[in-house]
Structures are given as C-alpha cells and as structure tokens.
C-alpha cells in the first residue's frame, strides 16, 4: 500500500542554523514529491517540489533531494529565520493516483 | 487569478446531522481534492474529482460523499455526524488530475461536532 513516513515530528533549532526534514515513501510508482508548508491557522502552501527524473532542486534557502533507489526524500533550509517555524508536510504521489502526505514536522526557530 | 474559497469557514453541529461543505477552485482547474486535517493525523485524503467524476477515494466510510458540478465548484457532504468527525476539511485544486502537480488549498472549513 501507499505510505509516506515523516522524521522528525518536532524540530528546533536556533536563528541562522540548518534544519533538516525526512520523508521515506513505499510507492515504486511514486514520481511527484512536493513539500507544503502550513503557519498556524492558515492554508498549507507549496514551498518547493521534485520529480522522479531530478536528484536535487534548489531554492534560495531551500532545497530538496531525492533519492529514488533508498525511496526517500529530504528537505533542506538553511539560514533559518523565524519566519520558517510553521509545519512541514512532504507528500508524494502514488501509483493510484492521489497524494499520500506525511504527518508533519513541526519546526521552531528560536532567535 | 482569484485562489481556492471554502464555504463556509466554521460549522457547529451535533452528532447525527448531516452538513454541505463547499469548494471553489482556481479558474481553470478541474481538479478538485478534499482532506480532512487532525492534529497528529496530518492530511487524510478524502477524494478527488476531475471534470465532475470522482477520480479517487481514500478509506472513509461511506458517510463521506461529494460531487462536482460543470463549473468546477465541488462539494462534500457528511452524513450521520460523528464525534470523530471534527477537523479542518481542506479542499484543493489543480491543473491536473491525481496527484501529479501542485495542489492549490484553500483556507478550510472547521467543523466541530458536539
């Protein structure tokens, strides 16, 4: 069946350090691996995406790798501001055709 | 363009009513998907709809239903409210179908089951 796992659930790290976010999908199908994230009470927003056919995506401070072979994808911020505290969801797509997403990773950057 | 609108955004209810949740995507998308959000539980998916037929269904009871109209709009409706049912439920749109660009959300519906 379709599972994605999400590590850690809490992170915190101080101003200016790197943070880091795993997910491990079971899906062989899967081929789309966005990442969402959602401040408290708002929408979750789309903050960076990756397909199947690239290893690594950047932007800015963000960045996303992926590594298809051990089925796991990882999100990358660096500079943390604390603007970055909100929650982090991974998702990946499955061979039925939906977004299975992560439970979450709740992120704080303390100044 | 104009984003993803919920109505309505709070809804209070007691068990065994039932209650309409309404979606109206992005202009242009045809894709609409509906979760429900629980603290812990993440983003469940509920369903998703393209061109007004239902595309894809997550493993919820059949108290959970939706539709699509020809205009994009969706709805879902829950029967016979249980406790369990109080969450955020998200819909999302996009440009394509099943899960295969990025999803659009709109600010929710909060529904609380009393």
């Known amino acids: 069946g379709e599972n994605v796992e999400q590590h850690p659930s809490t992170l915190s790290v101080q101003e200016g350090d790197s943070a880091v976010i795993k997910c491990t999908y079971s899906?062989?199908?899967?081929?789309?691996f966005p990442w969402y994230k959602q401040e408290l009470g708002k929408r979750p927003q789309l903050i960076i995406d990756?397909?199947?056919?690239?290893g690594e995506k950047k932007d800015q401070r963000i960045a996303v790798t992926l590594n298809k072979t051990a089925k796991h994808f990882s999100l990358h911020i660096t500079e943390t501001q604390p603007e970055d505290s909100a929650v982090y969801f991974c998702?990946?797509?499955?061979?039925?055709?939906?977004?299975?997403f992560g439970t979450g990773t709740r992120l704080l950057v303390s100044p | 363009k104009a984003g993803v609108t919920q109505t309505p955004r709070y809804l209070i209810k007691t068990r065994g009513q039932q209650v309409t949740l309404s979606c109206s995507p992005i202009?242009?998308?045809?894709?609409v998907s509906w979760y429900q959000q629980t603290p812990g539980q993440g983003l469940q998916f509920l369903f998703e709809?393209?061109?007004?037929?239902?595309?894809n269904k997550g493993n919820f009871p059949g108290r959970f239903s939706g539709r699509q109209f020809s205009n994009s709009r969706s709805e879902m409706n829950v029967s016979t409210l249980e406790l369990g049912d109080s969450a955020l439920y998200l819909c999302?749109?996009?440009?394509?179908?099943?899960?295969?660009?990025?999803?659009?959300f709109g600010p929710g519906t909060r529904l609380t089951v009393l």
């Open positions: 999302a749109s996009s440009p394509a179908v099943g899960g295969t660009d990025t999803q659009y």
């Open positions: 990756i397909r199947s056919n690239v």
């Open positions: 899906d062989s199908a899967s081929n789309y």
């Open positions: 709809y393209f061109s007004e037929t239902q595309r």
């Open positions: 202009s242009g998308h045809r894709s």
């Open positions: 998702a990946a797509n499955t061979g039925f055709q939906k977004l299975v």
